[in-house]
């Protein structure tokens, strides 16, 4: 298969006018468009522009999502904000909603928003990340349809609720701690399945509850399993920590929780939660004080011993800033069959994917 | 072996007196006890009355401990205190620091504090449950001595850094998380290795970074794995989990970070650093919403298909509550090898370990 690359600001053009042909102000286009595109350009793919129409097109279209995005405030305290997203996009609610996060937190030093009645949200690094040059640690979390099977459940009835927490640092990236709380996403199960090999044991589970080795049971009835895996593994623990995003992100805020957030393809309002904080680290330590600590917890663990045949230790965060330079420089790789996708798409719309390719190369796995 | 009952109270009674003998002031030295025992009845023997040697007594008596415990306010803003433990008890300076975490969000809603310069506190779920009474949403961290190895190190450098949030529910038991996040606990391996038996792949790596099943390569030299395991299991993430607990508790606070906490057995203070948090759920919902809504999202999980072989689904904090319950009325077990421990350090110190033992019982494994 073949990899296409193209200049992450056209790239960026092309979305923003793809949102807005389906009556997306073209602000909140630009918005969306930056977010989908980041995910690309951190080597997120499973969260870019493949999703433009599955994700977001799709719904848009039909009426599932409003083109409009709308911020209603249900309840303000000092420090506290809870937004109805009224079923926007929601990489256009979670945006505005970190973005009055950290508003209040520059005012406060501290604050949390809750958000409900949204959608998809792309990747949390994003709203995480838009803390960090506010000297703030940031907090993005938000709840997903079910996909995950409990520890000792037989189905999939929980989201695979990601955790994001960012810290600056100074001469080193800052902290991007960015992560489903499941072993795995569904998509590496969907790529095991293609390429019709096994999955390792500890990812999922077939439709009964038991391990199983093959993507089709995983895909078919079954899930992937929580972070950890097996009970041996102390699954439980990926369990509880996405009940515990679910509570903070779907109890708390009003939204829907568990098995009843809406899957993409249901015709209902997905009702998505989303949570964020931002607080300022000067509240506890001067801010160079802990960039400078940072960046000692950081080198201490990268010099630390490797493991036999490994070079390296990694950060959270470090290959995604790594992948972002050099995918601004030499461009953002989409698979063939994405950009298939992105024409048939596009031509539905009517915003024709012609955006200039600057090279193509033969695609080698990672 | 054999399986000694007590009763609770009788064994809180005697640690308070044991520390006390140690030089604790009483009303500290209750509260040290009441953090220990309370680890007993929830079934966290681990972090129970198992410790009061190797964790405080001895640090106490060669004054590695401070046995007069101070709490001195180094910062403060509307939300925010930041303390210096002083080298004091860690559970009676986590104790004293999420009492003031919880006043202060009785004030103003919200509070995150952080301690520096404490020692080991138990079992993170106790200061987490103390916001469950005020309709708070509870959030208790603390980093750890090295036992974990970090995705591609080879040693054990990473604490296994705990992660606790507590939420009230109405007639479901709160949800309590309380977890390390590496796979398991050294316990663990220290116990099959008792046992002569190997352990299950991706629980631990030697002292190369490989993976292996000899508990005896783990504890020497080797170190118990991040939650996830291995890479192919996303170990990172658990890792990556330890390392933002880490930042939270250690790196913010100016505490001790990584490598650099004190092992129990070292001369110098350990200078470990907590963090806490608590926030008026009433900020975002009304309180009896929330407490309903989380008796749905428990019970929806709870009445979901269980695997096959699998009887119940568990919430996490579900198992401790019913063995509090029930070692409120039965007693606490003690092993043989844990009364004779209590036993000598008693005689040593000066307070005879002479309670009433409720009864006994041959050891069945769990």
Request: proline share 5%.
């Amino acid at each position: 298969m073949k990899v296409y690359l193209y200049e992450a600001n056209a790239l960026k053009d092309y979305v923003s006018r793809f949102f807005a042909q389906l009556q997306v102000p073209m602000e909140e286009a630009k918005i969306a468009a930056d977010v989908l595109v980041s995910a690309n350009l951190r080597g997120i793919d499973s969260h870019g522009v493949i999703r433009l129409h599955g994700y977001y097109a799709g719904r848009l279209r039909d009426g599932r999502i409003d083109p409009i995005s709308k911020l209603t405030l249900v309840k303000e305290t000092p420090f506290n904000l809870l937004f109805d997203g009224g079923n926007g996009l929601g990489p256009v609610i979670a945006y505005w909603a970190m973005k009055r996060c950290i508003e209040k937190a520059s005012q406060t030093g501290l604050s949390m928003v809750g958000v409900k009645n949204s959608n998809h949200f792309g990747i949390a690094a994003y709203y995480g990340m838009m803390a960090l040059p506010h000297g703030m640690i940031g907090v993005s979390l938000t709840n997903s349809r079910p996909l995950m099977v409990p520890t000792y459940a037989a189905n999939a009835i929980m989201g695979t609720n990601p955790i994001c927490l960012t810290a600056p640092a100074n001469d080193e990236f800052p902290f991007v701690l960015d992560m489903a709380t499941s072993v795995v996403s569904l998509g590496k199960v969907q790529y095991h399945q293609k390429k019709g090999e096994p999955i390792p044991q500890g990812w999922g589970v077939d439709g009964k509850g038991d391990l199983t080795t093959d993507p089709i049971d995983v895909l078919k009835g079954g899930g992937v399993l929580p972070l950890g895996g097996d009970d041996l593994h102390s699954g439980y623990k990926g369990y509880g920590l996405s009940m515990m995003v679910d509570l903070l992100c779907g109890v708390l805020s009003g939204a829907a929780f568990g098995m009843e957030v809406g899957h993409i393809h249901e015709a209902k309002p997905s009702n998505v939660g989303h949570f964020f904080a931002a607080f300022k680290i000067e509240n506890f330590i001067p801010l160079n004080e802990f960039k400078s600590r940072m960046d000692k917890f950081i080198q201490n663990l990268k010099n630390a011993e490797k493991a036999r045949v490994r070079e390296r230790i990694y950060i959270p965060g470090e290959k995604e800033f790594e992948m972002e330079q050099e995918r601004t420089q030499k461009g953002v790789p989409l698979l063939e069959d994405t950009v298939e996708s992105l024409s048939k798409t596009g031509a539905e719309v009517g915003v024709k994917f012609d955006i200039t390719c600057l090279s193509s190369e033969e695609y080698k796995e990672a």
